[in-house]
C-alpha cells in the first residue's frame, strides 16, 4: 500500500544526536511534517549488546509506524549499524539510514578514493562504513579512526574550544597521514564540530556531514516515489522522549538550532 504523502518523516535516535539530521530536513524540506523520537532514558546504546539495540529499535520503529509516518530515518549510527535490516525486515513503508546516506555522499565527494571515517567506538567496531561504501565501490580505501571524547565535549557546548581542538588533532593525526581527501563524519553529534574539524583536516579535505546527505536523501526518495507533502502549509513538529534529563531543552536546542517545542515524554 502506498504511503499518503501528506503524512510525517519519522526520525528516530538513541538521544538528541539525531536532532541534527532533524534540522537538515527541516531546512531541506520545509514543508514536511516530522515526529522525532529520540530515546533519551536509555542513551547510550553504544555500550549495548546488538540484541539489546535490535530490541530497542524495533519498539521505536513500531511506535513511529503507529502514527503513520510515510518514511523511517534511522538518524542514529549506532542502530544503523546493527539494526538497519531488522528494522526494514518490519517495515511496510521505506527506510534510511545515516550510514547509506554518508556512504553515498562519501563517494559523490571523493576523488582521490581515498576516504576517512570518524564515529563512536561502536560505528567504527561494526565496519558499517566500510561495509557500505564497498557495497557501492569496492576498490575505495577506508581508514576509520573511533573519537569516543567528541560526544560529550559537544554535550558540554564545547563546540569551539582549545580542548576539543587538541582532542580533534590528536584523533585525526594517523588519518590525515594516509592522504585522504574526504572525512566521513559518522555521528550525528559532529556536525556541531564541523567548521572546528575543518580548521583541523584543512580546507582541501572535504567534510560529508552525515545529517545533510541524509536530508538529500529523503528529499531525492520523496521526489522518487512521489511521497512529497504538497500542501504549502506550515509544518508540524512533534518530539517523543523517553526521559527529560537534566541540560535536555539545552542541548536539544543546540543541535536543532532552535526552540524545541511539543516535546512528549513516553514513558516506557
Not at 190 to 206: A, F, H, T
Amino acid at each position: 500500500m502506498q504511503p499518503d504523502p501528506s503524512k510525517a518523516i519519522g526520525v528516530f535516535d538513541s538521544g538528541v544526536g539525531g536532532l541534527t539530521v532533524v534540522r537538515a530536513l527541516m531546512e531541506r524540506l520545509p514543508f514536511e511534517d516530522i515526529i522525532y523520537f529520540g530515546d533519551t532514558a536509555r542513551v547510550p546504546y553504544g555500550v549495548k549488546s546488538v540484541e539489546t539495540i535490535s530490541h530497542f529499535t524495533t519498539q521505536i520503529a513500531e511506535f513511529l509506524l503507529q502514527k503513520q509516518v510515510k518514511v523511517l530515518i534511522i538518524a542514529c549510527n549506532t542502530m544503523a549499524a546493527v539494526a538497519a535490516q531488522v528494522v526494514r525486515d518490519l517495515s511496510p513503508v521505506p527506510v534510511l539510514d545515516v550510514i547509506d546516506a554518508g556512504a553515498l555522499g562519501a563517494l559523490a565527494d571523493t576523488r582521490s578514493r581515498k576516504v576517512g571515517v570518524i564515529g563512536t567506538p561502536t560505528t567504527i567496531n561494526s565496519n558499517a562504513y566500510a561495509r557500505a561504501i564497498h557495497q557501492y565501490e569496492p576498490d575505495v580505501r577506508i581508514f576509520s579512526q573511533a573519537c569516543p571524547l567528541f560526544v560529550p565535549l559537544v554535550e558540554e557546548g564545547w563546540l569551539d574550544h582549545p580542548v576539543t581542538r587538541l582532542t580533534a588533532q590528536e584523533y585525526l593525526k594517523p588519518v590525515l597521514a594516509e592522504n585522504i581527501d574526504t572525512l566521513v563524519l559518522g555521528c550525528t553529534h559532529y556536525p556541531l564540530l564541523k567548521s572546528l574539524l575543518q580548521d583541523v583536516v584543512g580546507k582541501s579535505i572535504i567534510l560529508v556531514d552525515s545529517a545533510e546527505a541524509m536530508a538529500e536523501r529523503t528529499a531525492a526518495l520523496l521526489a522518487d516515489l512521489n511521497l512529497a507533502n504538497t500542501k504549502r502549509t506550515q509544518p508540524v513538529y512533534h518530539f517523543h522522549v523517553t526521559d527529560v534529563p537534566l541540560r535536555f531543552q539545552t542541548i536539544g536546542e543546540r543541535f536543532l538550532g532552535r526552540t524545541l517545542l511539543n516535546v512528549h515524554v513516553e514513558k516506557w
